[in-house]
């Protein structure tokens, strides 16, 4: 879906406009720097005969990073539903492995779950720390260009974007917080079972 | 640069029937001029404690704490007395003890000090309401003021003297989003202008986002989770600054 949207945004995109867009619009994601050149003929050639892309023009040569590609209707569509759909009730897509550890461990491996944990909460504090100071830039951006009350469709825009900048901090924060009790709640157990442990700080 | 706020490995337990429930385990922390540091915790995890612990009115098990060079736990009564009347101010919750209203209780902070007569006190507490936009309230008694306007009487009396650390304990938990902004705004207007150090415990993370340095405290551990890349850069600079002046 981010490479639809993408196209979505701007259509007529090359394949490596469309790498670039992914790799600044959604590091997080850690999208392969092959993984537009490789997608998109797939979405081209969809097998439901209902191709979410086409390629609007093919480049010279061999290099395919220079091919063209938009969206087609029913691409676009597909998009919209996936923009505003509404949850299911469903558990989350993405399940935090460490649940799944803690539930097929033995006791053998609390050692390596109790570090596990922890380094969970070290990536969170990371995250926590790297949130934070983008925040810190995007507030000194905010003075700079306050020259007055702009009400325009694209400043609302951009605040849209930014709502993940302020909420980010306090969601890692909190995953922060959930690893380490989970840690201590291991420890405790490894303790009173008199297994040997280290813990990273 | 020194820090104006220093804890040296402070542990501090309570007794709760025959055991003794550990509150602050091996904190250690620093907060220099100019800075706005928070600390994060739950319910119960020793925010208050650490508070207290850092105004010197709550003595530690082990450990030391330290404000500009001088070792608290080693002042007199009357030493520790002329810091917190001076030095140190804190803003909490609580309100005032005695039937005051809003000019009195402010006023009460500079009296302490014994620098100022009577009518230098009331000009400087009438500077900091209206600062604070709180001059229309200064007869108000503290039953008659809003969530809001308790706040700002509480950061009034905290900075009327013009400390060298400011303490703030829960006292933007709680308010909407837009006051808790406006905290803020005013929280790090205090660290730049009177270029006190601020050390504020809040129960969430949005309550500390404007913070250039945030530490959780849970299970009485202390944990760095931010500090400003530039805070350092920016204390050299007001260093500079200040010699300069």
């Known amino acids: ?201 | 640069m020194t820090p104006v706020l220093r804890l040296v490995g402070v542990w501090k337990a309570f007794a709760r029937g025959r055991d003794r429930v550990s509150v602050l385990e091996d904190v250690s922390l620093e907060v220099s001029a100019g800075e706005v540091a928070a600390v994060v915790g739950g319910r119960g995890q020793g925010k208050s404690t650490l508070i207290r612990v850092a105004s010197g009115t709550l003595p530690v098990d082990r450990g030391s704490v330290w404000l500009e060079g001088r070792e608290l736990p080693g002042l007199s009564d009357g030493e520790l007395r002329a810091v917190l009347a001076g030095d140190i101010g804190i803003a909490a919750r609580a309100g005032p003890e005695a039937r005051l209203n809003v000019h009195d209780y402010v006023e009460m902070s500079l009296g302490a000090t014994r620098r100022y007569n009577k009518r230098e006190r009331s000009q400087r507490v009438g500077v900091v309401l209206e600062q604070l936009d709180l001059a229309g309230a200064s007869g108000a008694m503290w039953g008659e003021l809003s969530d809001w306007q308790r706040v700002l009487a509480e950061f009034a009396q905290a900075i009327v003297v013009r400390p060298r650390l400011l303490l703030i304990d829960d006292v933007v938990d709680g308010l909407s989003l837009d006051h808790k902004r406006t905290a803020m705004d005013l929280i790090e207007g205090f660290a730049k202008d009177v270029h006190c150090a601020v050390l504020m415990a809040v129960s969430d993370h949005a309550a500390a986002l404007r913070s250039a340095t945030v530490w959780n405290l849970s299970h009485g551990e202390l944990e760095l989770m931010h500090k400003d890349p530039d805070i350092t850069y920016l204390h050299q600079r007001q260093a500079e600054g200040d010699q300069a002046l």
């Open chain 1, 1 to 201: 879906m981010a490479i639809s949207g993408l196209l979505k945004e701007k259509p007529n995109q090359t394949v490596a406009e469309v790498a670039e867009g992914l790799a600044e619009r959604f590091p997080s994601a850690r999208f392969h720097r092959t993984t537009a050149r490789n997608v998109l003929p797939q979405m081209a050639r969809a097998a439901n005969s209902r191709p979410s892309v086409r390629c609007s023009y093919q480049a010279p040569g061999a290099n395919r990073n220079h091919d063209r590609y938009e969206l087609t209707r029913a691409g676009e569509d597909a998009f919209n539903a996936w923009m505003r759909a509404i949850p299911s009730g469903g558990p989350p897509t993405l399940r935090e492995a460490l649940y799944g550890r803690i539930e097929l461990c033995t006791l053998e491996d609390l050692p390596a779950l109790i570090r596990i944990a922890r380094e969970e909460a070290l990536i969170a504090r990371d995250l926590y720390s790297k949130a934070s100071t983008k925040l810190k830039q995007l507030r000194e951006d905010e003075d700079e260009r306050s020259t007055g009350e702009d009400t325009s469709n694209e400043v609302y825009l951009r605040e849209v974007r930014e709502v993940l900048l302020y909420v980010s901090p306090p969601f890692w924060a909190a995953r922060h917080s959930h690893y380490e009790e989970i840690r201590r709640h291991l420890v405790t157990i490894a303790r009173k079972a008199g297994i040997k442990f280290t813990v990273p700080r």
